[in-house]
Each structure stands twice: as structure tokens, then as C-alpha cells.
């Protein structure tokens, strides 16, 4: 069983950054990863994907050039870095991957997602 693990997260003043992490505990290289949040009320959203190559990335409006998905295979882990961040961006996020062993898609449902992470929290401050 894959489990996914985050690093990273907690408060930040608005117009700064943070990287989260998520790290899995076997190879990552046959995944397609998302990163997905939820805020207090509202529905889990999709924020950024990348394939299983990482040459195809793929990001919600919302934080299209300022937030950037990366994977490092090595490390078997992926990775978000947060600019610009805004009090809107508050919110619960969680790392998932996806089994991609064809093709070099990204994936923006949610259903396709096999594993999960615990999340964690990230606050805006105004």
C-alpha cells in the first residue's frame, strides 16, 4: 500500500511564498500527481497536476502563475511552491497520485486519483 506524506504548510502573511511536499513511500515514477484543497465549507477543488513525465502541467485559473508543480522521481516525491499567496488560497491541501502507466497525461478529476495524503492546513493572513 502507498502512502503519501506531507511536509510543509502553516501560516504566511499574503504576497509571500510556501512549498509544500509530499513524499510516497514507494517509487513514484509510474505516477500522475495532483494537488487538490479544500476550504472550511466549501467542495475539495482541483489546484495543479503534472504527468508522469512532468512535462505536462496543468493548473486551476485561480492560481495559474503563481503557484508551480514539480516531481523529483529521485526523492520520489512532488512538490507545490506558493507565490504571491492570497487570504483566498486558505485552505486544507492534500498531494494524490494517480497510476499512469500509459501515456504522460495529467489529471484534473478526482476520481482518478488512487492514493491521498493526510493534508495540511495553509493559512493567508491579510
Known amino acids: 500500500q502507498v502512502q503519501l506524506v506531507q511536509s510543509g504548510g502553516g501560516l504566511v502573511q499574503a504576497g509571500l511564498s510556501l512549498e509544500l511536499s509530499c513524499a510516497a513511500s514507494g517509487r513514484t515514477s509510474e505516477f500522475a500527481w495532483g494537488w487538490y484543497r479544500q476550504a472550511a465549507n466549501k467542495e475539495r477543488e482541483f489546484v495543479a497536476a503534472?504527468?508522469?513525465?512532468?512535462?505536462?502541467?496543468n493548473y486551476a485559473d485561480s492560481v495559474k502563475g503563481r503557484f508551480a508543480i514539480s516531481r523529483d522521481d529521485a526523492k520520489n516525491a512532488v512538490f507545490l511552491q506558493m507565490n504571491s499567496l492570497r487570504p483566498e488560497d486558505t485552505a486544507v491541501y492534500y498531494c494524490a497520485a494517480a497510476w499512469a502507466f500509459k501515456g504522460d497525461d495529467y489529471f484534473t478529476s478526482r476520481s482518478v486519483y488512487d492514493y491521498w495524503s493526510q493534508g495540511t492546513q495553509v493559512t493567508v493572513s491579510s
Open positions: 503534472i504527468s508522469r513525465s512532468g512535462g505536462e502541467t
